[in-house]
């Protein structure tokens, strides 16, 4: 189209077709000549206001003036065609407006030179791709606007044409492809992969999508295809998307969040789904699982002696030698610092443990080579055997980690099965339990609110209920303490409701006091989805507080969604259903956390503190925490990073995007007296 002579009337023919997509055109000065029912919409002008106006008096901010001249002076001079681009606009109000714009140059009847701009609003492109219905010549217009690939083919495969703005995208040129069926083309399980949903959206008359994967000249890249069945002609539209950026993105964050970041061996959250995954198989089977917990005798002196760098090398080493020492059905991963887990499926008796124990030991006396050094590094090995020592991942892992302590007290360089004798942790969880039982009836409970900030205007967006405990005799009990012990006992179910309760009337006390709409967050347990009534009760809660659902935002752990029944799925929607904000709690700690973000219909994602903590350390939580954000948005989620404690953190994050946060830099949680009163000022 870039080179067509036209007439005014059959271009604004065309474009008079469409109101869902802004199209304007300008003469050799800029001046407009044609202005569309899209464009009145998307920036607010009527076509009288802008007929005879320069593109630089309506919607180009002041900043683009020279560089908008300019190109469009070099197109009309030099032939110099201005490229297709996400960029920010203005309407009449002097509102941003951030569309996909592309342009094309036409050669009038009167041999002038008039530039067409198409604007697509990327506020709502997606719905107005499903809503727009574009005429043949349109779409060429739209073709060139995209980055995507456009294949049209017959029922079998056979392509018959095809669209590519950048033609390195495509696997072989188009001479090779077209009249030929995409089975002959492609590589064999990709071309598989295209026939089974070509045949899918034949059968059902719908949309099908999938991703695959192709070497190209300039390295590997990954693509989604989508398929449709355009039924008046029963062909096959391919569009194609080059998602490698997105794939690469979150490859670093599954990796960040599946593996060590220094050894690669599984992390704490892998290795106790891994662990989770044995139990279940040890318990069909009728077999045993064993669970060792490592750690480095000394490491500490070696670290503080020899340095950090050292130190990590070693740690590499270390892990090397557990990974050669097991066998290939067995799990070594890192929990952090200098301490490692061995996982050891299939065991038939005590003995195959003590075998493996005392090999780890062996090979842990040979000296370690570092940096020309000759290091001598022992183990201390706590062994927790399921089921006699527990019949859960955090059971045997705590009931290991008190047996490794025993080793050491034995004089290190030795392994320790587990006793309970050995486990003092019990009394004080016994304590914990026999006062938890009645507290609720004896008022020793009292909600705690930690405010939320919106972080480009520092301005109190809501906040989150926490609980706090105060016991006669055991004083101040951390969350950390009796949270779990609630959760297994039951207890957390007449507790959670009293959370939801207190968080409602005093959310509906601030937001008339204030006379401010705000948020106020709420975790739910896992157990708490147990419970027939939770629905019920939280909407006699709203009912009774008369608050809006759109003001309470529950918070929910992938320890909830990684449970995987049909009960949880059930709860999510309806809560959806009710207009509830939902939230995916310290995103980045579980593995599985991308999965779920396309599973559930979550509002709210918020970063994990470990990651808050490290981005003004390094750059891998800086990188990672920038990532996620993006990715968030581009999901359609907001943001809340917690645990901000420091000016540098919060600089960040408003530099990278993130729109809500909270941490001991605003507020550490306070009574909800407190909360009524609290201000913040933000820092120039």
């Given at each position: 189209?870039?080179?067509?002579?036209?007439?005014?009337?059959?271009?604004?023919?065309?474009?008079?077709?469409?109101?869902?997509?802004?199209?304007?055109?300008?003469?050799?000065?800029?001046?407009?000549?044609?202005?569309?029912?899209?464009?009145?919409?998307?920036?607010?002008?009527?076509?009288?206001?802008?007929?005879?106006?320069?593109?630089?008096?309506?919607?180009?901010?002041?900043?683009?003036?020279?560089?908008?001249?300019?190109?469009?002076?070099?197109?009309?001079?030099?032939?110099?065609?201005?490229?297709?681009?996400?960029?920010?606009?203005?309407?009449?109000?002097?509102?941003?407006?951030?569309?996909?714009?592309?342009?094309?140059?036409?050669?009038?009847?009167?041999?002038?030179?008039?530039?067409?701009?198409?604007?697509?609003?990327?506020?709502?492109?997606?719905?107005?791709?499903?809503?727009?219905?574009?005429?043949?010549?349109?779409?060429?217009?739209?073709?060139?606007?995209?980055?995507?690939?456009?294949?049209?083919?017959?029922?079998?495969?056979?392509?018959?044409?095809?669209?590519?703005?950048?033609?390195?995208?495509?696997?072989?040129?188009?001479?090779?492809?077209?009249?030929?069926?995409?089975?002959?083309?492609?590589?064999?399980?990709?071309?598989?992969?295209?026939?089974?949903?070509?045949?899918?959206?034949?059968?059902?008359?719908?949309?099908?999508?999938?991703?695959?994967?192709?070497?190209?000249?300039?390295?590997?890249?990954?693509?989604?295809?989508?398929?449709?069945?355009?039924?008046?002609?029963?062909?096959?539209?391919?569009?194609?998307?080059?998602?490698?950026?997105?794939?690469?993105?979150?490859?670093?964050?599954?990796?960040?969040?599946?593996?060590?970041?220094?050894?690669?061996?599984?992390?704490?959250?892998?290795?106790?789904?891994?662990?989770?995954?044995?139990?279940?198989?040890?318990?069909?089977?009728?077999?045993?699982?064993?669970?060792?917990?490592?750690?480095?005798?000394?490491?500490?002196?070696?670290?503080?002696?020899?340095?950090?760098?050292?130190?990590?090398?070693?740690?590499?080493?270390?892990?090397?030698?557990?990974?050669?020492?097991?066998?290939?059905?067995?799990?070594?991963?890192?929990?952090?610092?200098?301490?490692?887990?061995?996982?050891?499926?299939?065991?038939?008796?005590?003995?195959?443990?003590?075998?493996?124990?005392?090999?780890?030991?062996?090979?842990?006396?040979?000296?370690?080579?570092?940096?020309?050094?000759?290091?001598?590094?022992?183990?201390?090995?706590?062994?927790?055997?399921?089921?006699?020592?527990?019949?859960?991942?955090?059971?045997?892992?705590?009931?290991?980690?008190?047996?490794?302590?025993?080793?050491?007290?034995?004089?290190?360089?030795?392994?320790?099965?587990?006793?309970?004798?050995?486990?003092?942790?019990?009394?004080?969880?016994?304590?914990?339990?026999?006062?938890?039982?009645?507290?609720?009836?004896?008022?020793?409970?009292?909600?705690?609110?930690?405010?939320?900030?919106n972080v480009k205007d520092g301005g109190i967006m809501g906040a989150e209920a926490l609980l706090r405990w105060r016991?006669?005799?055991?004083?101040?009990?951390?969350?950390?303490?009796?949270?779990?012990?609630?959760?297994?006992?039951?207890?957390?179910?007449?507790?959670?409701?009293?959370?939801?309760?207190?968080?409602?009337?005093?959310?509906?006390?601030?937001?008339?006091?204030?006379?401010?709409?705000?948020?106020?967050?709420?975790?739910?347990?896992?157990?708490?989805?147990?419970?027939?009534?939770?629905?019920?009760?939280?909407?006699?809660?709203?009912?009774?507080?008369?608050?809006?659902?759109?003001?309470?935002?529950?918070?929910?752990?992938?320890?909830?969604?990684?449970?995987?029944?049909?009960?949880?799925?059930?709860?999510?929607?309806?809560?959806?259903?009710?207009?509830?904000?939902?939230?995916?709690?310290?995103?980045?700690?579980?593995?599985?956390?991308?999965?779920?973000?396309?599973?559930?219909?979550?509002?709210?994602?918020?970063?994990?503190?470990?990651?808050?903590?490290?981005?003004?350390?390094?750059?891998?939580?800086?990188?990672?925490?920038?990532?996620?954000?993006?990715?968030a948005h581009s999901l359609g989620l907001v943001v809340v990073a917690e645990g901000v404690e420091i000016k540098e953190?919060?600089?960040?994050?408003?530099?990278?995007?993130?729109?809500?946060?909270?941490?001991?830099?605003?507020?550490?949680?306070?009574?909800?007296?407190?909360?009524?009163?609290?201000?913040?000022?933000?820092?120039?």
């Open positions: 189209m870039t080179h067509q002579t036209a007439t005014n009337g059959s271009i604004h023919q065309l474009f008079d077709a469409v109101d869902a997509i802004s199209v304007q055109g300008y003469d050799e000065q800029r001046r407009v000549i044609y202005w569309n029912v899209g464009s009145e919409l998307l920036y607010g002008y009527t076509e009288a206001e802008a007929l005879g106006k320069k593109i630089e008096e309506l919607i180009i901010p002041q900043a683009m003036h020279h560089q908008v001249v300019s190109a469009h002076n070099d197109w009309i001079t030099k032939n110099i065609e201005i490229p297709a681009a996400e960029i920010t606009l203005c309407n009449k109000n002097g509102d941003d407006v951030s569309v996909y714009s592309s342009h094309v140059m036409f050669t009038n009847q009167y041999d002038k030179k008039q530039m067409y701009c198409i604007d697509i609003n990327l506020a709502d492109v997606i719905q107005a791709q499903e809503q727009a219905v574009f005429k043949a010549n349109m779409l060429k217009a739209v073709f060139e606007a995209t980055p995507d690939l456009f294949f049209l083919m017959e029922e079998d495969g056979t392509i018959i044409d095809y669209h590519a703005s950048n033609t390195s995208k495509l696997y072989v040129p188009p001479e090779q492809f077209i009249g030929k069926k995409i089975g002959s083309v492609l590589p064999e399980n990709v071309c598989h992969k295209f026939e089974t949903h070509i045949a899918k959206v034949l059968e059902r008359e719908g949309v099908s999508s999938f991703e695959y994967e192709l070497s190209l000249p300039k390295g590997k890249h990954h693509f989604e295809a989508r398929i449709s069945l355009l039924q008046s002609s029963r062909q096959v539209v391919v569009i194609v998307r080059d998602i490698t950026e997105q794939h690469k993105s979150a490859e670093v964050i599954r990796q960040h969040a599946y593996f060590d970041t220094l050894t690669a061996l599984p992390n704490r959250f892998l290795s106790l789904d891994r662990l989770s995954q044995m139990l279940n198989e040890a318990e069909r089977n009728h077999e045993k699982t064993a669970v060792l917990f490592l750690d480095l005798d000394d490491f500490k002196k070696v670290n503080d002696s020899l340095g950090h760098e050292v130190g990590d090398k070693l740690l590499i080493e270390a892990a090397n030698r557990l990974q050669r020492a097991l066998r290939k059905e067995d799990t070594v991963g890192r929990l952090g610092g200098d301490e490692f887990i061995v996982l050891l499926r299939g065991l038939n008796d005590d003995n195959n443990t003590v075998n493996i124990a005392e090999n780890l030991l062996g090979i842990f006396r040979e000296p370690f080579r570092i940096d020309g050094r000759e290091l001598i590094l022992t183990l201390s090995i706590g062994i927790a055997i399921y089921p006699e020592n527990g019949d859960c991942p955090s059971d045997l892992l705590r009931n290991a980690d008190t047996a490794m302590y025993q080793a050491k007290a034995l004089g290190r360089n030795a392994y320790s099965f587990f006793t309970k004798e050995m486990n003092t942790i019990m009394t004080r969880r016994f304590e914990i339990e026999g006062q938890l039982h009645g507290a609720l009836e004896r008022n020793e409970f009292e909600v705690y609110y930690q405010p939320q900030l016991n006669p005799m055991l004083g101040n009990v951390t969350p950390d303490e009796f949270i779990p012990i609630a959760e297994q006992t039951g207890l957390i179910v007449p507790i959670g409701k009293y959370v939801i309760q207190q968080a409602l009337s005093f959310l509906s006390e601030w937001q008339h006091a204030n006379q401010q709409d705000y948020m106020i967050a709420v975790n739910l347990s896992p157990r708490q989805f147990r419970d027939n009534e939770l629905i019920g009760f939280i909407k006699k809660a709203l009912s009774d507080t008369n608050t809006n659902p759109d003001h309470l935002e529950f918070e929910i752990t992938e320890g909830v969604l990684m449970i995987g029944k049909s009960y949880i799925d059930e709860a999510l929607l309806e809560l959806h259903k009710l207009g509830i904000k939902l939230s995916m709690d310290d995103f980045g700690t579980g593995y599985s956390s991308l999965s779920y973000l396309r599973q559930y219909a979550f509002d709210v994602l918020k970063i994990d503190r470990s990651f808050i903590d490290g981005i003004t350390l390094n750059k891998e939580d800086c990188d990672l925490v920038k990532a996620t954000i993006a990715m953190q919060l600089t960040l994050l408003e530099k990278f995007g993130c729109d809500y946060v909270q941490g001991y830099y605003f507020s550490r949680p306070v009574p909800a007296k407190e909360l009524l009163e609290y201000k913040y000022v933000k820092n120039s």
